[in-house]
């Protein structure tokens, strides 16, 4: 739901007396007091609905889990929705109905929920989460995970394997491709953004016309509520320079389909009602869709954000100034 004088819309979870749950719903309000992007308030709200129905089947309350409830709850997620309640037997044969990254991905929201509720006098929070500095352990890193090296981080005391996938970057025939696929100039000014600039694409349906300084080739990332939902992850703002032909296919754009359009969007919607409004997360990914299906390649608008910054490591930019551009926290 959307608060009254507010853009962002609000997510809570109900108990079975259909009313708010008390320590779920203030868990929610502090994350979106330390401005966690609305996308991830809705996930966690998701995540701990799931984890409150489990609470609810096996009569237990959230302040006297046990790890052993949590392992219990991990093989729960894994179940057909039919065979949660425990009225129907699930084979051992039948594949778990979410994957293991899903299942880490709710324990790492369980484990922030406890770590959260700990600090303000409720224990459990270690119950899930163990502290070590990073780098003891061998295998896998993550995209840039050099950014921040040092820190201490915290280590989910249960956690599924998963298969590690190295980060999918584009090769600039598949760029090329897409662009060439898009029939209209917005959507391949879209795309072009994604590839120019490495913004994630909740930032680009953000972009207001007074953050493109066409003279200077430069975009500005600014962190702030939007009609669309849309939202950058960064706090505060980035600025990051662009090509003299992006700024080219933004004039094009602007002369060729947006016209005297008033709005202070740069992405909306011109070809469908309402038009004028801010192009939305769905509809960007209808068009995903339609361009996968057009150009047979199974791609995600968050690989060119890692074909970005594969491009300017290649070229010898500095991991540093890399993660300043993406906006990453160092």
């Given at each position: 739901?959307?608060?009254?004088?507010?853009?962002?819309?609000?997510?809570?979870?109900l108990?079975?007396?259909?009313?708010?749950?008390?320590?779920?719903?203030?868990?929610?309000?502090?994350?979106?007091?330390?401005?966690?992007?609305?996308?991830t308030?809705?996930?966690?709200?998701?995540?701990?609905?799931?984890?409150?129905?489990?609470?609810?089947w096996?009569?237990?309350?959230?302040?006297?889990?046990?790890?052993?409830?949590?392992?219990?709850?991990?093989?729960?997620?894994?179940?057909?929705?039919?065979?949660?309640?425990?009225?129907?037997?699930?084979?051992?044969s039948?594949?778990?109905?979410?994957?293991?990254?899903?299942?880490?991905r709710?324990?790492?929201?369980?484990?922030?929920?406890?770590?959260?509720?700990?600090?303000?006098?409720?224990?459990?929070?270690?119950?899930?989460?163990?502290?070590?500095?990073?780098?003891?352990?061998?295998?896998?890193?993550?995209?840039?995970?050099?950014?921040?090296?040092?820190?201490?981080?915290?280590?989910?005391?249960?956690?599924?394997?998963?298969?590690k996938?190295l980060?999918?970057?584009?090769?600039?025939?598949?760029?090329?491709?897409?662009?060439?696929?898009?029939?209209?100039?917005?959507?391949?000014?879209?795309?072009?953004?994604?590839?120019?600039?490495?913004?994630?694409?909740?930032?680009?349906?953000?972009?207001?016309?007074?953050?493109?300084?066409?003279?200077?080739?430069?975009?500005?990332?600014?962190?702030?509520?939007?009609?669309?939902?849309?939202?950058?992850?960064?706090?505060?703002?980035?600025?990051?320079?662009?090509?003299?032909?992006?700024?080219?296919?933004?004039?094009d754009?602007?002369?060729?389909?947006?016209?005297?359009?008033?709005?202070?969007?740069?992405?909306?919607?011109?070809?469908?009602?309402?038009?004028?409004?801010?192009?939305?997360?769905?509809?960007?990914?209808?068009?995903v869709?339609?361009?996968?299906?057009?150009?047979?390649?199974?791609?995600d608008?968050?690989?060119?954000?890692?074909?970005?910054?594969?491009?300017?490591?290649?070229?010898?930019?500095?991991?540093?100034?890399?993660?300043?551009?993406?906006?990453?926290?160092?």
């Amino acid at each position: 739901m959307s608060l009254p004088g507010s853009r962002v819309d609000s997510w809570t979870v109900l108990g079975v007396d259909d009313a708010p749950v008390e320590p779920v719903e203030r868990y929610l309000a502090y994350l979106s007091d330390i401005e966690r992007s609305p996308n991830t308030v809705k996930a966690y709200a998701h995540d701990l609905k799931d984890h409150w129905v489990f609470l609810g089947w096996r009569g237990l309350d959230w302040r006297e889990v046990r790890l052993e409830d949590i392992g219990e709850f991990v093989a729960w997620l894994r179940l057909p929705a039919a065979g949660r309640d425990g009225r129907v037997a699930v084979l051992s044969s039948v594949e778990p109905a979410v994957s293991a990254s899903t299942v880490n991905r709710k324990l790492s929201a369980l484990a922030a929920f406890y770590a959260y509720q700990v600090r303000h006098g409720v224990e459990l929070g270690e119950l899930l989460t163990t502290w070590g500095s990073p780098g003891r352990r061998g295998g896998w890193k993550p995209f840039l995970h050099h950014v921040g090296k040092g820190r201490p981080q915290p280590r989910r005391v249960i956690a599924l394997k998963t298969a590690k996938k190295l980060p999918r970057v584009l090769a600039a025939a598949e760029v090329q491709a897409v662009l060439d696929s898009c029939t209209r100039l917005r959507d391949r000014f879209l795309f072009a953004v994604l590839y120019d600039t490495g913004m994630r694409v909740g930032e680009a349906l953000g972009l207001r016309h007074d953050d493109i300084d066409a003279a200077a080739c430069e975009v500005t990332v600014v962190a702030r509520d939007n009609d669309n939902g849309a939202r950058s992850k960064s706090r505060g703002r980035r600025m990051v320079p662009v090509s003299a032909g992006l700024v080219r296919l933004y004039a094009d754009y602007l002369h060729g389909e947006y016209g005297d359009l008033d709005s202070d969007y740069v992405f909306v919607n011109l070809f469908a009602e309402p038009r004028g409004q801010a192009l939305s997360y769905p509809a960007s990914y209808d068009l995903v869709k339609r361009l996968r299906k057009r150009t047979r390649i199974d791609f995600d608008p968050h690989w060119y954000r890692h074909t970005y910054a594969t491009r300017l490591l290649r070229d010898g930019v500095p991991l540093e100034v890399v993660s300043t551009l993406l906006g990453l926290r160092s």
